[in-house]
């Protein structure tokens, strides 16, 4: 018993190489898939994401970005490979990782019977919030949005349902955000605003952003790091300081992109 | 404490939905009617035997006795068995069905399951909110009875324990059916064959079962208390019967609740009839089976499913 507890104060003081490095870490997968029959939806994914970084997930219609992010956010389960979110490995401790993250579905939906604020108190009583009233308003006005309060789901524009979406998923002030096609179905004005909350979702709550997005010129203007998707397989990443570096400008960034998608099409 | 959440949710929207007061006003409806009629046929027979003996009287000839003279009191809610086991049943299924379909059809299926809420979680809040809703549906129409029963005869207090435990009874019975509805909507992807199979079961177990279970007779399903005459003679039959009349569950609950409520003519002169403590234990089996159901619904449940749901 002695010796045991003594290891652990060991362990505490000074943890190892690994550990250090996945803490640092918010996702951290290694060779993750997913098949389905003979059709393999996701290869072998290997990616990081460092805390405090937007992350750009870029990715033709159907290359496996959705399928990613399910199996990021447990609600998936994978077929081989292993991960960890918020360090907790997504397949063992799934209601550990649950607790850390928040999720915007593609096409986010509600109860539509229900009024925003009873939505959104319903999902923080989910998680784990006993009394959210003091949050939901918080949530509400850093979104600015107080007003859709008590509106029925039904009666509110996508745009607005889109930041009653970011609102439960921010209101437990997870680590990690993952947006999935965030964009898809706002106005340009809705676009610009959504960007602005992603980046004020990072700088002043310190949320890692994980984002999903068929349009490069998204990824150009708020992420920090981009991957490319194609097929289920990565196959590019980098910073997007070092990939302005290496393609000068956003056009032949395009360019390398569409040719990638062509080349494994033909 | 998740599953209370989720359960007041899980009710929140039932109260919501208009199907749900439709078909609740309409069991409500049927409550009062069926004490009604109950009533209103015994008073209605009474008053031409009332008449009758007058003039048999007058004629000097010999009066025979009422023929309600020997019924209980409780024979005018003799009809809700029937109701229960028509009506009853499939409201427990559209309640069943709206429970186990909202997340799908609202499409925050990966939303809720982003939570840290377990399969189990969720199983147990929405089996709840099924249990609840029935049994304040059941308590409404014991309210019904009770208060119909007293302003139309007088009620005494062992009566309330028969109504009690028939309506207790036929809980269970319901809850089979909410249960079944719930396990369905859960594994089906389209609204409509999920409350189809339940549907289709409910006709089995409602009409066809009981046809084929005791004595093949048209109206037998119907009536729980006509007394039946043997036609099982044929060894064909007697065998049909044999076997599938432990799977007759309305049978069962009919019966049980018939033996309840002392209701006359229960006695059946099919070749197999049970005790009412086997009756009682096929209904519990029916409970278990039905519960199994939906936990074996919920663990395979697609909690990656996106916001497709016809
Ligand atoms: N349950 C499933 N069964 C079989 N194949 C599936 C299933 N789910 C997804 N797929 C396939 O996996 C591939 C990747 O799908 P996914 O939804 O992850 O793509 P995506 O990158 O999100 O595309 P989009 O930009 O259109 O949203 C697609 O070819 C899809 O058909
Ligand atoms: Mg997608």
Redesign the interface.
């Known amino acids: 018993m002695i010796e045991k507890a003594s290891m652990n104060e060991i362990m505490k003081e000074s943890p190892s190489k690994e550990e250090t490095s996945f803490s640092s870490f918010v996702v951290d997968v290694r060779n993750l898939a997913k098949r389905y029959g003979d059709f393999a939806a996701v290869n072998d994914l290997t990616l990081q994401v460092k805390k405090g970084e937007i992350f750009g997930f870029l990715g033709h219609n159907g290359a496996g970005k959705t399928t990613t992010i399910?199996m990021l956010?447990?609600?998936?389960e994978p077929s081989s490979g292993s991960g960890k979110v918020a360090g907790y490995d997504i397949i063992n401790e799934s209601?550990?990782v649950?607790?850390r993250?928040?999720?915007l579905?593609?096409?986010?939906?509600?109860?539509?019977?229900?009024t925003a604020y009873?939505n959104l108190e319903?999902?923080a009583?989910?998680?784990?919030i006993k009394k959210p009233d003091s949050q939901i308003w918080e949530v509400l006005d850093f979104l600015d949005a107080r007003s859709y309060a008590d509106k029925k789901i039904s009666a509110l524009s996508k745009g607005m349902r889109q930041r009653i979406g970011i609102a439960?998923a921010i209101i437990h002030e997870p680590e990690i955000l993952f947006l999935d096609e965030p964009t898809t179905g706002l106005d340009p004005f809705g676009v610009k605003q959504l960007r602005d909350i992603i980046l004020r979702l990072n700088s002043q709550k310190g949320i890692t952003i994980f984002m999903n997005t068929h349009l490069l010129q998204e990824v150009t203007k708020t992420c920090s790091t981009i991957g490319v998707l194609n097929h289920g397989s990565l196959i590019y990443l980098d910073s997007l300081s070092n990939t302005m570096k290496r393609f000068k400008d956003e056009g032949s960034l395009e360019d390398i992109y569409l040719n990638i998608e062509n080349n494994e099409e033909e | 404490m998740?599953s209370f959440?989720?359960a007041k949710?899980e009710i929140?929207?039932l109260l919501?939905?208009r199907t749900f007061f439709l078909i609740l006003s309409v069991f409500i409806l049927i409550t009062l009617a069926s004490t009604y009629i109950g009533w209103s046929s015994q008073h209605t027979i009474e008053s031409v035997y009332q008449e009758s003996a007058i003039l048999l009287t007058a004629a000097g000839q010999n009066v025979p006795p009422s023929p309600f003279s020997n019924l209980p009191t409780l024979d005018i809610v003799k009809n809700m068995i029937i109701y229960i086991v028509l009506i009853g049943s499939l409201l427990a299924i559209t309640v069943g069905h709206s429970i186990g379909t909202?997340d799908q059809k609202?499409?925050?299926v990966?939303?809720?399951?982003?939570?840290?809420?377990?399969k189990k979680d969720v199983l147990i809040g929405k089996v709840t909110s099924l249990m609840l809703v029935l049994f304040a549906i059941m308590i409404v129409s014991l309210g019904i009875s009770i208060a119909s029963i007293a302003m139309l005869s007088e009620i005494h207090s062992a009566m309330f324990l028969q109504l009690i435990g028939f309506y207790g009874i036929s809980f269970l019975y319901i809850l089979g059916f909410g249960l079944l509805g719930l396990a369905f909507g859960l594994m089906k992807r389209e609204s409509a064959t999920a409350l189809l199979i339940p549907v289709i079961i409910w006709i089995v177990i409602t009409f066809a079962l009981p046809e084929m279970g005791s004595a093949l007779y048209p109206t037998s399903s119907l009536n729980p208390i006509l007394p039946q005459t043997n036609i099982l003679d044929s060894p064909v039959l007697s065998t049909i019967h044999n076997i599938l009349y432990p799977f007759s569950i309305s049978e069962h609950y009919k019966l049980l609740s018939s033996a309840i409520l002392a209701l006359q003519g229960t006695e059946s002169v099919v070749s197999v009839t049970y005790s009412p403590i086997m009756n009682m234990f096929i209904l519990t089996i029916w409970l278990i089976l039905t519960l199994a159901v939906s936990i074996y619904a919920m663990s395979k449940f697609d909690?990656?499913r996106?916001?497709v749901y016809e």
Do not use: C, W
Request: glycine share 8%; hydrophobic share 35%; aromatic share 10%.
């Open positions: 399910n956010t447990t609600l998936l209601l550990e649950r607790r993250i928040g999720y579905p593609e096409n986010v939906q509600f109860y539509d019977s229900m009873e319903y999902f009583k989910l998680s784990g439960q | 998740l959440s989720i949710n929140r929207h919501r939905e909202k609202a499409g925050v990966r939303i809720l399951f982003s939570k840290p809420v377990t909690i990656s996106g916001d």
